[in-house]
DNA sequence: AAGTGATATTGCAATATTACAATTATATAT
DNA sequence: ATATATAATTGTAATATTGCAATATCACTT
């Protein structure tokens, strides 16, 4: 087949899995970081800034957004792509909790 | 073309992103907690608890263990996959280290 | 309303990932 | 040494992902 078999998991373990997708690409990681450090919300840049096409770029912007962690005005003039802090931060706390619920061992 | 332009990109972010491919797919997540879940080293029954192939599972394990994630014994009838703790706890700190520094926002 | 600048969408090619059947390898038991 | 149980490897098919050229769309300006 080729396809990731989600039926047989549960649902936190898609959603880690889900999240996990988000940052598996260096350009969205990339991406991500570039936002993060703009102060005054010119962000309409980040083709030249990471090296990759804009309609490449563009796509990997809706990946991220699809996750929910972008906000702000994405259309006109006054573009601005901003981190969704609230659900950046839901990021990290479901990946913390995962962490921090395997670290029991036997050897 | 279909392949990731790591080139582009610094170590630190191709890190994050090959460290995030770990766990992007819902079998490995699987995997680790249910190996972290058993507390005697009574491993070998992953196939039937996740319920993918054989084949299947070992090649997720493999993934895994590329990634430093797993130590104990593979070999004979005293198996035991376990976690790699601290190969771990690293991966929960460039994690944690990603999300703070991409916490700062402008809008 | 036509032009401009910026992003989104579409279509396509190349590569990567996922999954499993068949087979092979390895360690232990008899 | 043979048999058994378990895991790894190989081969193959299907699906997903990545990347870009070409095109379309959208908001604003003049």
Known sequence: ??????QIH????????LIAKVFAH???VAILEYISKQKDCICS???????LSQPTI?????VINKAGLLKG???????????????FQEFQEVF??????????CC
């Open 73 to 87: 005005n994405f259309k006109g003039k006054s573009l601005c792509y901003c981190i969704n802090i609230k659900r």
């Open 10 to 17: 549960s649902k936190r373990t898609n959603d880690i899995a």
């Open 1 to 6: 087949m080729g396809a990731s078999k989600l």
């Open 45 to 51: 840049d980040i083709v030249d800034e990471i090296g």
């Open 58 to 62: 563009s796509q990997h912007l809706q």
């Open 96 to 105: 913390n909790s995962f962490f921090n619920k395997t670290k029991f061992n």
């Open 26 to 28: 260096p350009a969205r």
